[in-house]
């Protein structure tokens, strides 16, 4: 990205429990950035309770909202992690 001299405003991800090798990947454009995150994280229990403290512990100073996408009595909940830089 450097090379292209890109800006990356957003990372949206849903890559069916990838997300934490994406982010451990992507951190120092993230670190650099500062870039909104959407983040699925209901693929597996290691996603949900790992990937907010991941993301902590780089001290960017986001801040975090969980949603949940299901709807009525859909027996699928999409959640994500969304975090903004503040």
């Known amino acids: ?3 292209n001299k890109l800006q ?6 849903d890559i069916e429990g990838g997300e934490s090798a994406l982010l451990r ?3 120092q454009t993230i670190r650099e950035q ?4 959407i983040i699925s994280i209901y ?10 403290p991941l993301i ?12 949940d996408s299901g709807y009525g ?3 699928v909940h ?3 992690l969304n975090c903004e830089a503040v």
Do not use: V
């Open 1 to 3: 990205m450097r090379e």
């Open 8 to 13: 990356i405003g957003l990372i949206k991800t």
């Open 25 to 27: 990947g992507a951190e």
């Open 34 to 37: 500062k870039p909104i995150l």
């Open 43 to 52: 693929h597996s229990y290691a996603d949900f309770f790992g990937i907010k």
């Open 56 to 67: 902590e512990s780089w001290n960017l100073g986001y801040q975090f909202t969980l949603i």
């Open 73 to 75: 009595f859909a027996p």
């Open 78 to 80: 999409e959640i994500t």
